[in-house]
C-alpha cells in the first residue's frame, strides 16, 4: 500500500538561521530557533505553540538537546556555550572561548558536554570544576550513543576519541584515504562513521578498523 505525505500543522515565523530546528527526543516537541534568539517549542501533534526560552545574552547561533530532553545548550555570540532547562529557560552551565565554538555535544547520561573550536576540543563536566583538553582542532565532532567515544573531523583527518568517566583515554587517528572531511556522525549502534567531504562525497568508516567502507558522489555541487 501507498501513502501520500500530509502536513498535519503548520506555522509560520521568519528563520534565517542554520540548524534551527529540532524534535524533542521524545518526539512530542519541536523547537525553533527564531530570528529574535527565542527558541520556542511547539506541540508536534498539532503545532500548539508551547514555551518560549528567551533571555539569551547575545545571539544564537544554534542548539541541541541532550538525551533526557530536558537539558539543551546552545551556542551564543559564536564563543561562548550555555546549558540550560528546557522547561524553564534557567542556565546551569556557562562556559566562554577564545575561538569560535564549531561543533558540540552532550555525553550520553547529559552529565557533561564537548565543545570543540578550530584549537582544541574540551569536555566539561556540569558539577565539576574538571575539564579535559585535547589539544585537536575541530571541525565537527559527535558523540557516540554509548558515550564511549568522540568523533571528530580537523577538515583533514578523522580522529576516534576513546573516553571513559568523561576522561580522553586514548585518540586514534582514522585513514580516510586523504578525504578532508567537513561533518560527520557516528551511526546509533557506534559501529560506523558517516562523512561528507569538501568534495561533497558522502565516506562511510568503519569504526572499527579505521577503514574506508564505501564513498559516493553527491549529484550537488558543493557542500555548506
Same mark, same amino acid.
Request: net charge negative; aromatic share 6%.
Given at each position: 500500500?501507498?501513502?501520500?505525505?500530509? %502536513?498535519?500543522?503548520?506555522?509560520?515565523?521568519?528563520?534565517?538561521?542554520?540548524? #534551527?530546528?529540532?524534535?524533542?527526543?521524545?518526539?512530542?516537541?519541536?523547537?525553533?530557533?527564531r530570528d529574535d534568539n527565542v527558541i520556542q517549542l511547539f506541540s508536534?501533534?498539532?503545532?500548539?505553540?508551547?514555551?518560549?526560552?528567551?533571555?539569551?545574552?547575545?545571539?544564537?547561533?544554534?542548539?541541541?538537546?541532550?538525551?533526557?530532553?530536558?537539558?539543551?545548550?546552545?551556542?551564543?555570540?559564536?564563543?561562548?556555550?550555555?546549558?540550560?532547562?528546557?522547561? #524553564?529557560?534557567?542556565?546551569?552551565?556557562?562556559?566562554?572561548?577564545?575561538?569560535?565554538?564549531?561543533?558540540?555535544?552532550?555525553?550520553?547520561?547529559?552529565?557533561?558536554?564537548? %565543545?570543540? #573550536?578550530?584549537?582544541?576540543?574540551?569536555?566539561?563536566?556540569?558539577?565539576?570544576?574538571?575539564?579535559?583538553?585535547?589539544?585537536?582542532?575541530?571541525?565537527?565532532?559527535?558523540?557516540?550513543?554509548?558515550?564511549?567515544?568522540?568523533? %571528530?573531523?580537523?577538515?583533514?583527518?578523522?580522529?576516534?576519541?576513546?573516553?571513559?568517566?568523561?576522561?580522553?583515554?586514548?585518540?586514534?587517528?582514522?585513514?580516510?584515504?586523504?578525504?578532508?572531511?567537513?561533518?560527520?556522525?557516528?551511526?546509533?549502534?557506534?559501529?560506523?562513521?558517516?562523512?561528507?567531504?569538501?568534495?561533497?562525497?558522502?565516506?562511510? %568508516?568503519?569504526?572499527?578498523?579505521?577503514?574506508?567502507?564505501?564513498?559516493?558522489?553527491?549529484?550537488?555541487?558543493?557542500?555548506?
Amino acid at each position: 500500500a501507498s501513502s501520500t505525505g500530509v %502536513i498535519e500543522a503548520a506555522v509560520q515565523f521568519d528563520v534565517s538561521n542554520s540548524g #534551527t530546528v529540532k524534535f524533542s527526543p521524545d518526539g512530542s516537541s519541536i523547537a525553533v530557533l527564531r530570528d529574535d534568539n527565542v527558541i520556542q517549542l511547539f506541540s508536534a501533534s498539532d503545532g500548539t505553540p508551547q514555551i518560549e526560552l528567551a533571555g539569551f545574552d547575545g545571539d544564537l547561533s544554534g542548539f541541541i538537546y541532550a538525551a533526557d530532553g530536558r537539558s539543551m545548550a546552545a551556542v551564543v555570540d559564536n564563543t561562548n556555550i550555555a546549558v540550560f532547562d528546557s522547561a #524553564t529557560a534557567s542556565i546551569s552551565f556557562e562556559d566562554e572561548y577564545s575561538n569560535p565554538i564549531i561543533g558540540y555535544d552532550f555525553s550520553a547520561d547529559g552529565d557533561a558536554i564537548a %565543545i570543540g #573550536t578550530r584549537q582544541n576540543i574540551e569536555i566539561a563536566l556540569f558539577d565539576s570544576p574538571q575539564k579535559q583538553t585535547s589539544q585537536t582542532g575541530v571541525t565537527s565532532l559527535d558523540w557516540s550513543a554509548d558515550g564511549t567515544m568522540i568523533v %571528530i573531523s580537523n577538515g583533514r583527518s578523522v580522529s576516534v576519541l576513546d573516553i571513559a568517566d568523561n576522561v580522553i583515554e586514548n585518540t586514534n587517528t582514522l585513514d580516510t584515504s586523504g578525504a578532508a572531511i567537513v561533518d560527520i556522525y557516528v551511526s546509533p549502534d557506534g559501529t560506523s562513521i558517516a562523512g561528507i567531504t569538501v568534495d561533497a562525497e558522502l565516506v562511510m %568508516i568503519s569504526a572499527e578498523s579505521g577503514s574506508v567502507v564505501w564513498q559516493t558522489a553527491l549529484e550537488v555541487e558543493d557542500v555548506d
